[in-house]
């Protein structure tokens, strides 16, 4: 066959993929030779440090992963200028670029242009991999007025590709209306309410790349945190930032964020549901600072020959007026001790003639009158202790007679630190720190499935972007927490965010209409004002598999879905996992839990309530009568677990299934 201008235009493509890892490469080797050298250049040791540690991370940002293509697209601007544009940025020897990092400036143009606005775009072109390996491109001439948009077939396949293990990047199929969220300003905060499928979870992870790539410095100082629901979704998510580059992300469930006592109780429902309420700020606050009392004595300080007096009025607007300052609590203490050792210090100079040393400053402040004074006036204490009391004895606080008696210990311990503590303690204690000494702030926090957020758990994460700005993610139909929020503006608030600005996204690119069109059945009953999902895929496939062998009925759907490509997840009731995988595993199949992120097993076995923010090609549903009737908000669990399919879902069940589903599985 003769060689065509597509032949030789896939050949050049290809050279250029070789040249660009080549030159990576040895991006890498110059940066490993900089990191075996440093400490021979560096003036000081502590200069050596430095540079090994952002040489060292300089290395693990230029790995090359053979399988995952560096450059998914390239631009052809109307001066026939041409930029591949791909993960992270890539030079050659001369320093001109070779691929152009995906959140560079030029590079929006590559997400944003269209036939109506081009900017400046002549001709995008997007690229077909198969394994790392260049296989076909594909070309929009938006000067033609040429636009492929969702019907590119390269993009079409990505979206729709089958995965197994970990969640990957979107870099190459993030749409216009994500991209405008992701390049975002750094001091916007945003709530994406995304119905299953939108991407909302990829936007906040790739908003969190593009930040860091836009304000590296300032970052860097301040730091970026990604809040998940459980480890098994931060395990799913774990590979995204690193994959682009992004190696200095903290994550953190919310419990780990606020774990600084060991949890080895379960409370009520109806303590938690108490303790989970933003009241409990008021309350906690309220007992804390009713603490602080006038002085009534004068104060006498011995030393040496000398001895400094201080009279009570002098003390009492000491206390007045840290107390109107309103700082943290351990800070106010402090400063209390500073003013009062001022005006010692003010004394001893008009007598000595001359200023105190340090050291004298110091031993004025730890002198037994000046600590009997705080310990009068501002006690010490420690959020454990201001906790402890309250569980102890609510009485005295604004919670109501059924509340007290909700949260109060029935056996109370003899000292906080052998308090059997629960969850929402750890919370209330958190909130007690807060109070008094307030955290380091991130420059940015992106909080997923925020939905679930109590009141207190958004205060928590309030303090720690005090100064910084969140991206919220969350969808209210995905709602299953006993305090799981109604509206964005109310949960918004408690993160000290009120003025966050709320954007829809409702066009699911992952999840097929044949599960939506099931999983928008329960939206009428799941009390939220949520658009229903709209997917654009016209793919996928709905059984439904009424039989009274459930663990045989099971295994019969996992080998039909171990037979076509792609990842498969059996979410069921809690209480079945354990016989399901026993059942999988005398049949010769092998399972994995939602925590064996590395497992080489294609199938999941997990329970209903850890499967959201998750995702499988194929998934099963065991039982939806029993998740749904397994807690208050039964319903909005079965709501998640419907919609972790993005391509094929079995409802296997022996039960009836609840009305709202029957009609349409019937039909």
């Known amino acids: 066959m003769p060689v065509t201008d597509l032949d030789s235009d896939l050949a050049s493509e290809r050279h250029h993929l070789t040249s660009s890892r080549a030159a990576l490469r040895r991006m890498r080797e110059h940066a490993q030779a900089l990191f075996s050298t440093g400490d021979k250049v560096a003036g000081d040791a502590y200069t050596a440090e430095q540079l090994g540690r952002h040489m060292a991370r300089r290395v693990r940002e230029l790995a090359d992963d053979p399988n995952t293509p560096l450059f998914f697209g390239r631009l052809q601007l109307v001066e026939d200028n041409r930029f591949h544009i791909g993960r992270r940025h890539v030079t050659d020897e001369a320093g001109e670029p070779m691929v152009l990092d995906w959140r560079a400036p030029i590079s929006r143009s590559f997400y944003q242009a269209s036939a109506k606005d081009p900017q400046g775009v002549r001709v ?29 077939r390269i993009l079409t396949a990505e979206i729709e590709r089958p995965r197994v293990g970990p969640m990957r990047d979107i ?55 990604i809040v998940g629901p459980n480890t098994a979704f931060l395990h799913y998510i774990a590979s995204v930032l690193p994959a682009l580059g992004e190696l200095d992300v903290h994550q953190s469930t919310v419990d780990d964020l606020v774990g600084s006592v060991p949890v080895r109780a379960t409370d009520t ?7 989970h309420d933003a009241k409990m700020a008021d309350v906690l606050a309220t007992a804390l600072w009713r ?3 006038r002085p009534t004595e004068p104060l006498t300080v011995p ?7 201080i009279a009570a009025e002098p003390l009492r607007r000491i206390v007045d007026d840290v107390r109107r300052e309103n700082p943290a609590y351990a800070i106010g203490r402090e400063r209390v001790r500073a003013r009062v050792v001022a005006l010692i210090q003010r004394q001893s100079e008009n007598r000595r003639g001359d200023s105190p040393s340090d050291a004298w400053l110091r031993r004025m402040g730890r002198s037994k009158p000046v600590v009997a004074l705080l ?3 501002w006690p010490a204490v420690t959020g454990p202790e201001l906790v402890a009391e309250l569980l102890t004895d609510p009485g005295g606080t604004d919670l109501s007679p059924e509340e007290q008696a909700a949260i109060r210990w029935a056996k109370p311990p003899k000292t906080w630190k052998s308090a059997r503590w629960t969850a929402a303690d750890a919370v209330l204690i958190d909130e007690a720190n807060g109070l008094l000494d307030r955290p380091a702030s991130f420059g940015h926090v992106v909080v997923d499935e925020a939905q679930d957020l109590s009141p207190m758990q958004c205060r928590a994460i309030a303090r720690r972007s005090e100064h910084g700005s969140l991206t919220v993610l969350g969808d209210l139909a995905q709602g299953t927490a006993p305090w799981a929020a109604g509206t964005w503006a109310a949960s918004l608030a408690h993160l000290g965010k009120p003025g966050g600005r709320v954007v829809p996204l409702t066009t699911g690119f992952r999840v097929p209409a ?28 709905l059984r439904d598999v009424a039989d009274p062998d459930v663990p045989g009925a099971t295994v019969a759907a996992v080998r039909r879905a171990l037979a076509i490509e792609g990842s498969v997840g059996v979410i069921a009731p809690d209480a079945a996992v354990a016989g399901l995988r026993t059942a999988l595993a005398e049949a010769g199949i092998e399972t994995a839990s939602a925590d064996e992120v590395e497992a080489e097993s294609r199938v999941t076995v997990l329970p209903a309530t850890v499967a959201k923010g998750l995702e499988y090609d194929h998934v099963i549903v065991v039982e939806p009568a029993d998740i749904a009737s397994a807690e208050p908000r039964g319903l909005n669990r079965l709501y998640v677990v419907l919609t972790r399919a993005v391509s094929r879902l079995d409802i296997v069940h022996a039960k009836p299934l609840p009305d709202q ?3 349409t599985l019937s039909g």
């Open 514 to 541: 044949a599960v939506l069109v099931l999983a928008n059945r329960l939206l009428p009953a799941l009390a939220v004002d949520v658009p229903p999902a709209v997917s654009l895929r016209a793919d996928g496939e």
């Open 171 to 225: 870099v190459a199929t993030i749409q216009p209306e994500q991209d405008e969220l992701v390049r975002a300003d750094l001091g916007d905060t945003i709530c994406v309410q995304g119905a299953p499928g939108t991407g909302k979870t990829a936007v906040g992870l790739h908003r969190a790349a593009f930040l860091l790539f836009t304000h590296r410095e300032r970052l860097k100082r301040s730091g970026v945190l």
């Open 291 to 293: 603490r602080v009392r």
């Open 661 to 663: 589903l029957s009609d």
């Open 124 to 152: 995008r072109r997007r690229f077909g991999f198969m394994r790392g390996e260049l296989t076909s491109f594909e070309d929009e001439h938006l000067d033609r007025g040429e636009e492929l948009g969702t019907s590119s």
């Open 303 to 309: 030393d040496d020959s000398y001895r400094w007096r």
């Open 269 to 275: 429902p109806e303590a938690a549901t108490v303790k």
């Open 375 to 377: 310990d009068e006036v």
